[in-house]
């Protein structure tokens, strides 16, 4: 299985920073996706500590098992690194007052041939899109998210709630931090979304899927995404990472090229 990877990040229309922090690297196929929060820049540092840690050490351990490591081996070496992380970020806040509770939330996924191994922390979110059926393949950490499973709410006054951005696990937060980790099966054809909240908020599933659905390129499909979100208002910094499953290379676009380095 090959795999096209396209990313953007924009700090929206409301916020002057962007906490927000996106990367990939195509030679081990590993994608990560960030969002920040704290004080006056505490959240960017936060988040760019995250996604720089994790593709540097989970990057050089997939670059040395190679793309045969089994499912346990990729979820453990996960755990480690993003533990590992987390820690940096926590004796970070904790050694500096300027950076006093900053985290961030994570998505972690690697691709490997017909398997997608998906970690993730907070409510920054993943989506597949297979045979044009949009789905959300994570479930927030969120006291939305609790408040719906418990039946207080429906998910349709949690779409107006004033309670979104209250996070229930963040990286960095406190010394230890649970990853959630789920495998997934692909299939050619298949396009992944990663995304901060400045994205979901902004942009209904309906509205993803109907982008994601249409002719194009990876790099129009987020360049899409991201000015529809601020077309909707911006209030927050918007990141968006797609990867699209398949069973030929295809010639990559110039961004993914540059983007990829």
């Not at 050694?95 to 997608?116: E, K």
């Not at 993730?120 to 959300?136: F, M, N, P, T, V």
């Not at 963040?170 to 979304?193: K, S, T």
Request: glycine fraction near 10%; include cysteine.
């Amino acid at each position: 299985m090959n795999y096209e990877f396209c990313i953007r990040t924009d700090p929206g229309l409301a916020r002057e920073n962007n906490e927000d922090s996106v990367t990939f690297e195509e030679a081990t196929r590993l994608a990560i996706l960030a969002d920040g929060m704290g004080g006056y820049n505490a959240g960017e540092i936060a988040s760019g500590m995250a996604t720089t840690f994790i593709k540097s050490e989970l990057g050089r351990w997939l670059s040395q098992a190679g793309r045969q490591a089994n499912a346990r081996e990729v979820r453990r070496a996960m755990e480690i690194c993003v533990d590992n992380a987390n820690r940096s970020i926590f004796n970070a806040a904790n050694s500096n007052p300027q950076y006093s509770g900053m985290g961030t939330t994570l998505v972690v996924g690697v691709f490997q041939d017909g398997r997608l191994m998906l970690g993730h922390i907070g409510d920054s979110r993943c989506y597949r899109l297979r045979a044009g059926e949009l789905a959300q393949i994570t479930k927030d950490h969120s006291l939305l998210q609790e408040q719906m499973d418990a039946g207080l709410i429906t998910p349709e006054q949690a779409a107006v709630s004033t309670n979104k951005n209250l996070v229930t696990r963040a990286l960095g937060v406190e010394d230890a931090v649970l990853l959630e980790v789920n495998e997934h099966r692909v299939e050619p054809g298949d396009i992944y979304l990663m995304c901060s909240d400045g994205l979901s908020d902004m942009v209904d599933d309906h509205g993803i899927a109907a982008i994601l659905r249409d002719e194009g390129t990876l790099e129009d499909k987020v360049g899409r995404l991201v000015d529809a979100a601020n077309a909707n208002g911006g209030r927050d910094n918007i990141s968006v990472l797609l990867a699209q499953a398949d069973l030929e290379a295809k010639k990559k676009g110039l961004i993914s090229r540059l983007l990829g380095k």
